[in-house]
């Protein structure tokens, strides 16, 4: 599925055109791929709409993706072909800056992201430098695994942040892909923690309370107490002013998003520094993923098991997928079945 063009999905039902492509070839230090399953993502959204625009059109879009190796480059031999493995929205990062020495190769200022810097997993083929794919867990199918690679480590890595500890209480606004992935995290990693969910949509409540949230809640309604931590999964600024008014002093809020919509950007008119930033509340956005986010998680998802809730689609089903996803038309998290 190729994006060709910038448009707005609430008003192009189609902004993907379906295309046969030429097959791609890997380089030396490549695997090409087969791709099996790509989860759907919102930063898909971004892309199209122009939030986070691709350097140069057309791209295939989609970086939740698990697939078998059909072939390798040359001076390829971290893999054999016939592996299953994973590819995420890394796809590049410098390696030698003090950013990637330190750790934080996601916060390079060369990093690079698949599906939006090269071609992406809406697609039957696709090459990858071999150091940026990953073995998938044998606990997992394709359509399984394919939304622990970013919506998972993703998650994994807001988590992490929010520094949320055992018996302490957590705030997960926005409930989709990433959000419920973090909740089973939580229940297993701090079974003492409890966790409040906030939520739009009467189903996406209804889908937290059965997942084990103790309470749940519109993005608007004040919780019956205030919480150490949120983590903001929204594509909107109104949930992150009403976010701030939850937490306890010293608490912490960790945005969950590559970019913020335009829409309701007013409402920081409303912030007000008393009551929502006083008394060392912090803010902290989430920034891309590390390749240790993703190995990690992928780990910590098998041994857990998290099997997170998916809806198949078929790749020629893509535009489908998106215009529900960008109508909140969610549970759990959309995966496109390629092949």
């Known amino acids: 599925m190729l994006l060709n063009r910038l448009t707005t999905v609430a008003e192009n039902k189609e902004p993907l055109t379906y295309v046969d492509m030429p097959e791609p070839v890997p380089d030396d230090n490549e695997i090409l791929i087969k791709v099996s399953a790509c989860g759907v993502c919102h930063t898909e959204l971004d892309e199209i709409e122009g939030r986070t625009p691709p350097p140069q059109l057309p791209v295939v879009p989609g970086h939740q993706i698990v697939d078998r190796i059909a072939a390798c480059g040359d001076h390829a031999s971290k893999f054999s072909i016939g592996d299953r493995v994973g590819v995420a929205w890394i796809l590049y990062a410098c390696g030698s800056c003090y950013l990637c020495t330190s750790g934080a190769e996601n916060l390079c200022a060369s990093f690079k992201a698949t599906g939006r810097d090269a071609h992406g997993g809406y697609a039957e083929l696709m090459t990858v430098d071999e150091n940026f794919a990953y073995p998938i867990p044998g606990v997992f199918t394709d359509t399984q695994a394919a939304p622990l690679l970013?919506?998972?480590?993703?998650?994994?890595?807001?988590?992490?942040?929010?520094?949320?500890?055992?018996?302490?209480?957590?705030g997960l606004t926005g409930f989709g892909a990433s959000a419920h992935l973090v909740l089973k995290m939580v229940h297993h990693?701090?079974?003492?923690?409890?966790?409040?969910?906030?939520?739009?949509?009467?189903?996406?409540?209804?889908?937290?309370?059965?997942?084990?949230?103790?309470?749940?809640?519109?993005?608007?309604?004040?919780?019956?107490?205030?919480?150490?931590?949120?983590?903001?999964?929204?594509?909107?600024?109104?949930?992150?002013v009403n976010a701030l008014k939850c937490l306890k002093p010293g608490g912490r809020l960790i945005i969950n998003a590559i970019r913020k919509e335009e829409g309701d950007k007013k409402a920081l008119l409303d912030l007000d520094y008393a009551e929502h930033l006083w008394q060392e509340k912090e803010i902290k956005s989430v920034a891309n993923v590390a390749r240790t986010d993703v190995s990690e998680f992928l780990?910590?998802?098998?041994?857990?098991?998290?099997?997170?809730?998916?809806?198949?689609?078929?790749?020629?089903?893509?535009?489908?997928?998106?215009?529900?996803?960008?109508?909140?038309?969610?549970?759990?998290?959309?995966?496109?079945?390629?092949?």
């Open 299 to 339: 780990l910590l998802a098998a041994d857990i098991p998290i099997k997170p809730e998916v809806q198949e689609f078929k790749l020629q089903d893509a535009n489908r997928a998106l215009v529900e996803l960008k109508q909140r038309n969610i549970r759990g998290a959309k995966v496109l079945k390629i092949s």
């Open 150 to 170: 970013c919506a998972g480590a993703i998650g994994y890595r807001s988590m992490q942040l929010s520094g949320i500890k055992d018996e302490q209480t957590l």
């Open 189 to 240: 990693k701090y079974p003492n923690a409890r966790v409040f969910v906030f939520a739009r949509s009467k189903q996406e409540r209804e889908f937290a309370r059965q997942l084990g949230a103790v309470w749940a809640g519109d993005t608007a309604i004040q919780p019956p107490e205030m919480l150490d931590a949120i983590i903001d999964t929204t594509p909107a600024w109104n949930p992150i």
